[in-house]
């Protein structure tokens, strides 16, 4: 136990050197503890945009906690920063469908469930149901436009930065390709980006490729 409380100091004092060091402020840390304590108390989402105002705590705060460690915010790519990381944890969402479920949580949004005859009991199957897979068809395309609209992030960046938010977008655009490819039946196996989509997708954001 001794051990683990040393873990955690030493953790907490290198968080401290980062924020002073890259001029972090409060705001994204917050916002990440009011993520936390969301989940706590939320478990289901009636729409498409309550749903983004829970990515507003739980993702587009690492955006912008990135470029603030890259020294390259703006209010332009912090626009852009929270298309990504919204699409990327609504992805991640698409990815866990079944897995929340079985920890009653739902974060497709009730009014698609509703649009598309999906019942909450149908996310408990081992096969996902045409409806199910409709929807998870609507989600994952309205998704991946919104990572597309946030892409134009990497041709704003340079260096290890303009690297590392290419990565971010290959790996949802990778993501999407294998919910695609898995005929958007998420619920008989969890779909994982392969390396080589992964790879392929890199080199198009940072060739510039939307």
Known sequence: MYAGYVATDELWADLTVTVHECGIPRTPLDRLVQANRRDQQIKRYRSFDDLLGYCELSANPVGHLVLHVFD????????????????????EHLQDVAEDYRNDRIYLPADDLDRFGVKEE?????????????????????????????????????????LA????????????????????????????PRKSRTIAELARSLGGGR
């Open 72 to 91: 390259a915010m703006s209010s332009e790519r912090a626009a852009l920063s929270d298309k990504v990381c919204s699409a990327l944890q609504v992805l």
């Open 122 to 162: 149908d996310l408990a199957a081992t096969k996902a149901n045409r409806e199910v897979r409709a929807l998870i068809a609507f989600e994952t395309q309205r998704t991946l436009r919104l990572l597309d609209e946030g892409a134009a992030l990497v041709g704003t960046l340079s260096g290890v930065a303009r």
């Open 165 to 192: 938010v290419a990565g971010y977008v290959a790996g949802g655009r990778a993501t999407a390709a294998a919910i695609v490819n898995a005929r958007f039946d998420v619920l008989t196996t969890t779909p994982r």
